[in-house]
C-alpha cells in the first residue's frame, strides 16, 4: 500500500454537455485516484468517457457546451477546478502533461520538431533560445530518436509515425511533470513500435519517479504495463483493482466479458463477444448503465444504479449489485 497520498484524486466527478436538445452525461460520479510513482491505467470501450476524464482533469473541456456539474479534481491536494486560468496554465505541461492521440495530426506541420519542443521549455521555464536547443537535444536522445542532431532540424512530414510520438513524448516530459496522461499513445502505430513506446514510458516513471494515468482499451497492454486499472463503462468507473488482482478474479460482468473476448492460447477456441452496443450517453437505461447487455443480471439492475463495494483487503472494488449482501457470485 502506498505510504504517501494520492498525487492525483478525482472525487464525484461528473462532466456533462449541454445542447439545445439534451444533456449528456460523458462522466458520470468519477472516483479515481493516481498514487505517487504508478501508472494508472482505464480501460474501457469507445466511448466509455476515457478522454473526457483526461481532458477534465486538464480543464480542457470547451465550456459552453461542457460543464462540471460536480466534484473535485485534487492535484498535490490543491482542486484544479477551483484555480484561474492563469494558474491552470502554469500546472499544465509544467505539473501534468498529456500526450494526446494521433501524433501524425497533433505536430504543428509549419514549425520544425526543434521549435516544437524548445517552445514547451521557454513557456514554462526561464530558458534563452540556446539553452532551449540544448535542452531539446538531451529531450530527442532520451526518447531515442536516433541522429538527434539532424532531426532537431526536420519537420513532422520528415519523421515516421514511430518517431512522431517520440517527438510527442519529449514535449510532454520537457518540463518534468508530476503526472503524465497518456492517452492511446500506441493508436495507429505497429506492435514493434508500440512495445518500444510503451518501454520508453515506463523507463521514464522509473528514472524520474513520475506518475502516468494511461487510457486505452487494451487489455494486452495494461497487463504488461500498468500498476493498478480502472474499468470504465457508460461515463462509470465499474471495477478498480491491481493488475494482479483485475486478471485473476475479475469481478464484473464487463470486465469478464472484455477478458474473454481476448485471444486464447488455444486457437481452436472461438471468442467471445458482449452482445449489444454501448448505449448513447444521452439515453442511458433506467438502473446500471450495462444490465441490457449483462446475461448475469437480476431485477434490481433495472432499477437502481448499483453501489461500488470493496473487498476486505481495499484493493479491489466493484460497481455491481450481484457483489450485494446476498447477491450471488456468477462465477
Known amino acids: 500500500m502506498p505510504t504517501r497520498p494520492p498525487l492525483l484524486n478525482i472525487e464525484n466527478l461528473t462532466t456533462s454537455f449541454y445542447t439545445n436538445d439534451t444533456v449528456v452525461q460523458a462522466v458520470r460520479g468519477v472516483n479515481l485516484h493516481v498514487n505517487q510513482a504508478e501508472i494508472l491505467a482505464i480501460v474501457g470501450e469507445s466511448g466509455c468517457g476515457k478522454s473526457v476524464t483526461a481532458l477534465s482533469i486538464l480543464r480542457l473541456i470547451s465550456m459552453p457546451p461542457g460543464r462540471f456539474d460536480s466534484g ?19 500546472v499544465r505541461g ?3 502533461s498529456m500526450i494526446f492521440q494521433e501524433p501524425m495530426t497533433s505536430l504543428n506541420p509549419i514549425f520544425t520538431i526543434g521549435d516544437q519542443i524548445g517552445e514547451a521549455i521557454t513557456q514554462h521555464q526561464s530558458a534563452t533560445g540556446a539553452e532551449a536547443r540544448k535542452q531539446t537535444l538531451e529531450l530527442l536522445h532520451k ?6 542532431e539532424i532531426r532537431i532540424d526536420q519537420y513532422p512530414h520528415e519523421l515516421s509515425g514511430g518517431m512522431k510520438q517520440r517527438v510527442m513524448i519529449a514535449i510532454a516530459i520537457a518540463c518534468r511533470p508530476a503526472l503524465l496522461i497518456a492517452d492511446e499513445p500506441t493508436t495507429a502505430l505497429d506492435v514493434t513500435i508500440q512495445d518500444q513506446i510503451l518501454s520508453l514510458l515506463s523507463s521514464l516513471k522509473e528514472d524520474s519517479e513520475m506518475s502516468i494515468l494511461l487510457i486505452t ?5 495494461v497487463a504488461q504495463f500498468a500498476d493498478r486499472v480502472n474499468v470504465m463503462y457508460s461515463g462509470k468507473i465499474v ?3 491491481t493488475v494482479d488482482s483485475l486478471f485473476e478474479n475479475p469481478m464484473h460482468p464487463y470486465t469478464r466479458g472484455l477478458l474473454n473476448s481476448l485471444p486464447k492460447d488455444d486457437s481452436e477456441l472461438k471468442l467471445e463477444s458482449i452482445s449489444g452496443a454501448v448505449p448513447h450517453p444521452a439515453f442511458l437505461p433506467k438502473g446500471c448503465a450495462f444490465h441490457p447487455r449483462c446475461k448475469d443480471a437480476i431485477p434490481r439492475c433495472q432499477q437502481q444504479p448499483p453501489l461500488t463495494n470493496t473487498t476486505k483487503e481495499n484493493t ?7 457483489y450485494e449482501e446476498g447477491g450471488e457470485d456468477p462465477q
Not at 479491489?316 to 450481484?322: I, R, S, T
Open 94 to 96: 509544467n505539473d501534468i
Open 72 to 90: 473535485q479534481i485534487k492535484f498535490n491536494n490543491h482542486d484544479l477546478l477551483s484555480l484561474s486560468e492563469a494558474d491552470m496554465q502554469k
Open 239 to 241: 471495477e478498480e483493482a
Open 316 to 322: 479491489h472494488k466493484v460497481a455491481c449489485w450481484l
Open 143 to 148: 526518447v531515442s530518436i536516433p541522429s538527434p
Open 217 to 221: 482499451h487494451n487489455l494486452g497492454i
